[in-house]
């Protein structure tokens, strides 16, 4: 039978073993568009500061996926109601909900593609996967644009208990070694329910939740804006924006990534996934080990400084950091290293980055009481300052080479 | 060579090995008095919630005093000397710190010897082992009592940081299986450090204790505080009441146990001790079991309850239960059962738990930064509300036969 | 609804939750003669050696109950069939498999009453529970004493690869923290097939069950046949054998222990469950703690040893130890302690041991090949020495009170 | 002070926190020939397979580097000598003992480099960096080339228990999830110890190194030689082979892989390596994702099988596969796709694959008792069929176009 074979099995460090649940979505794994996230790192660069930090966007679109599968175990267990076309549409759709990264997650967006944005291309990576498997994927897509009638389904995709970020969470804490920032995805999932449509949480699980969203801060600090980290991503950024600032037909590059750095991509998003479908981190590094041999010295020196890890230094403020401020490192390093005042815009810049763990406007988590009441679980915590933790944390930073 | 053969090594399913650190010690884990630690149960009769909860306060007392190993290494690692003589004794005072424990931990205390507290026993119990040892426990008991120059070690035994409660944690966490509660105690002793003399965590450490602060509360309210072990908690001190309030020379029971249900054991705490140092839990638990078969129905029926885990109900309310709310219930079951006005009393009645995670005012935990300032969490942490943490829950508790 | 609040929920820190799979069993393990599990350690004395290994048979045996509803779910999904009723019956017989077990597992078996068994003990309780029940446990007991005509159900309660086995290895290891002798009793169970009505491995589980075999052997010799751990126990059996000896009616001991230590319980298994039910850990622990106050010079000192765990001296041995040698100990002993010829012989005596990890001849585990073949292990491994491993190694041991 | 800022420490999913030990190896850490192991996958192509298994190199030799640490201070304790020079001289050999290895470790060496291995390269590396470190490398190097007159230090790095399997095998199995093959390399390090200048380790270490040689047997079958993994990297072996066939200056690839491709690079070791040190898996995979836009059509379908993960089938075979059956298969699919007989062979073709789990002739494990008796572990083990764990197994893959 040839349905047997493809049911298979994966390993998973995390949850043991991921069975791969239809032969629809085992076809969806096997597609060329669906392997190349095994060539994007979900965490971009931040395997320089964490060495155990490689694993990628392929894996974690699995990880939620289980996830997803045992999510909707436990609500039709605690009785409601959700077909098998429904499970397996929300398990497509949490799987596809990344697929329209670009190489190392974030970098492209922020420079040499400006306005393309990776949500509204995995939305059309799906449309043409759609249509090459005959409709198959239609309540997906209705469910992963929240156009389908049980909004519930779209909050497992989408809210700030989704599928994506128990994964994310449980996923990058296991890789990066950081085990404080570990959640519990079991018992959170275990407390899940539904109520006015909407995913809730049932109130035992109030200390579970409080967990979760402190969990989620401290790999926010810890990982996620991290200051090397930070700095070897936007090494990267400034690296791929030299290129294109310079480019010129003879600047060596691997080919698909040309139409980028040059800016001669489809800007119609239909046209633009078949090029953009052949990208992935082996062509960004790969063109970076190339300039490390550029003739122009700012590509060069940036190049080299990420090959070699040699990273930009980071000074971390509360306060804006001012324009004089800027100035003033920009004049030493120019003096330093006889960069002209264009080129030294490269190595010193500054930016600012903001988290707040819980965003209590917009779709709050709600706890659901023994008599039926949901109270957000700002109400219902004695113990977090969810003021604090909705109001964002803003922290500025400046780059620049290190003596 | 004899002290090679006492350099022993014991598996610890959290840890992996406990090495034990000197021959003195040694001999003191050997010694009776600690050798009936084995016999305590950590938490009581919270195995009849969490199975897997049958941990003891030897294994707590072992774990603690490897942490204490641990922190020392990190302290002296950091510049802080530290003497050898002074690990040793600072190794000892966390080892005994809980020697006075009676049987189920706390039971006793508050039943049938309510003036005995277990702090001053483990003391009266150092002593007593500091003569045996010809005074070779003078520093350990110097440290404990907090009259040693080096303040900062009596805080390693006891504060907010502490590794009794380092283990404690981690330990009820694991064989609880309540995951969510576990507390990354070797992460938390490594930003361990000194300044002015008191323990403080390095700055960086904030996220890890505002960590080990929301599992504290965690633990509280899912394990110590859970109203399923309270009821338990509270039934065996019931029996233990009554017992001593129909006490009779016919009465079975161990015979170790007899003076303190016939309430003729020593007062003097210096005498007390070799009475006290033969009571464990085995002969709490036997004369439960001998109960069973009591004349007195009261006895009877509370110690069935307990063996047969056919607990008490619970009410849990955030308001304090009024007479007559208890008065009505009491009136129920003396309907139901036939009970007099006296025998009720162990049946139906009201308890207060309260809990504060952290406890600003004395002993706070302070974060120690790079230029020097140290700042307590409470002002440092920008997500918790420490003004609710530090804030007493208070929770009212009504007990009552189940229908 | 009743039913759901009796759907309970149970920490495992090996499994995580354990669910309560029906109503029926629910009940059956509120019933005292289950919950008397909690009472009874799984590995006996082992505590004395492993410090963290207090767990109970009433917690493997729900561990195994887990495991069962794993496997028989595996092997549906495989396309055998259970019926529901099947599925809960081979539960039930799984979780009531040990229930015959005395205090301290094994102790009174080997001592005062020798020829009670736990396995009948185990049967003649379920059938007492099947009359309370209504008729409800008839197809467990059918499947329990292999009458039923699907043998393969059978054989997951009994054979070498049972759920009993594969949870108390695990169990056993985490426990005592031994982690090497750790089973993988998640792929193991995910590799179960049937064949010819028997339960067999896919073949490609042939490493796994290496491996298992291993990992067995390993926790035989460090943990259930570990030198110090039979010390203990043969103790424990000497202190009992001893008393029996000396029994007059003021030997001082729990009520409900009397008749098994005069010798006057009921013979007839029917009339003797009722006494055997109210036995547990606590009275033998509670017993011994008396008699370290008793007159006779042999059973105070045995019973100190073992309280204050100042355990026999062991020597281990491949030959047998020849009577002159046991000869020679006992008459050392005798002129250093004083003791007749009569009392030397509890501290003085040898004990063979014996363990074979796998068993060829009897029901051994047979390989599934994709051709339908079905290759036992012995024939299959190229790695493991199948004679060896089949031949019982045989160990001799001489117990004598240390100098 | 300058040398704080370098004693920094690295977050270890497996070990929790790796510290580097001293400035030196610090310094060798950074240095760009170091670095470069951040972006050569430790186990190749394996994650075609186990998703989760992208860790590195230099991953890989910290974890190496970290285990040295413990296993010296294990032996200082048991009362060996080992200076603080000899110390780091063992840490930095084990750190660079793959520094040598080329882009997905063994490709290059079985296709486009063929005298070329990694071990020679390994040592020219350090002799370079020893020129450019001062000399500061001299005793690491005579500890790895085995020419320091403490043999014991050598076998750290290069025997049947040294560091780099402990490491290697416990890190393997961690990040491909086959929890099976995991290795207690705490437990295997506390038992080694040095007898007659050799490592050795203690008598009752027996079931530890039984365990050990049967989960990297396990880890051979189900990882190392998985046929899956090995389609994997055969393709990617017969796609340099091709490559490097049909060169020709207009072939587009990285230009760092140019010279290797040509066959023009340095065969004089100490030229290669400034070439061979440019290497990495981006260039090669770059180069693959280039391939598949050739115009040579066995090169774009080969690397469009990689890329797009359409691995060759298998068949794996106990007896050598016969000339008549391969030309028979590679008559068929000529057939069908109409090769020529040449090009036939880049997609039809078989490959013998060997593993012993053990080698008792050279440098086998020997155990130490307690009275001084070295027993090789194939003795001393009553389970293990050492004759079958010493011969090699040899299985025979043949590789074709799946249907």
Redesign the interface.
Known sequence: MKQTNKLKI?????Y??ITIPSELIFDLI?H?YF?RL??ISQLGLT??V???A???R??HA?GAMFLMGRAVNILKSKGHEITREEEEAVQIAILLHDIGHGPFSHALEYSIVPGVVHEKLSLEFMKILNEQFDGKLSLAIEIFTNKYHKQFLHQLISSQLDMDRLDYLRRDS???????GQV?T??LI?MLNVADDHIVVDSKGI??V??FL??R??MY??VYLHKTVLSAEFLLIQILKRAKDIYSSDL?L???LKPFVAGTFNKEYKDLIPQYA?L?D??V??AI??WT?SSDRVLRSLSEML???KLLGVKVSEEIISEKALSLKRKEIQDRFGFTEEEVKYFVFTEPMSNN?YNSNHDGINLLYKNGDLIDIAQAS?????T??SKP?VKHFLFYPKP
Chains 1, 2, 3, 4 share one sequence.
Do not use: C
């Open positions: 994966l390993n998973d460090p995390i043991g073993f096997e060329p392997q095994r060539r395997y320089l964490y060495p155990g490689y694993h990628t392929f894996h699995l296991f890789y990066t070694g950081v085990t404080e519990n079991e018992r275990s200390y579970s409080e967990k402190v969990s801060r401290l600090w810890q060596a691997p080919a698909v052949l992935d082996y062509d590094m790969a080990k190339e041999f090959i070699n890890r763990a004695d113990q977090l300052n969810i604090a933790l944390v």
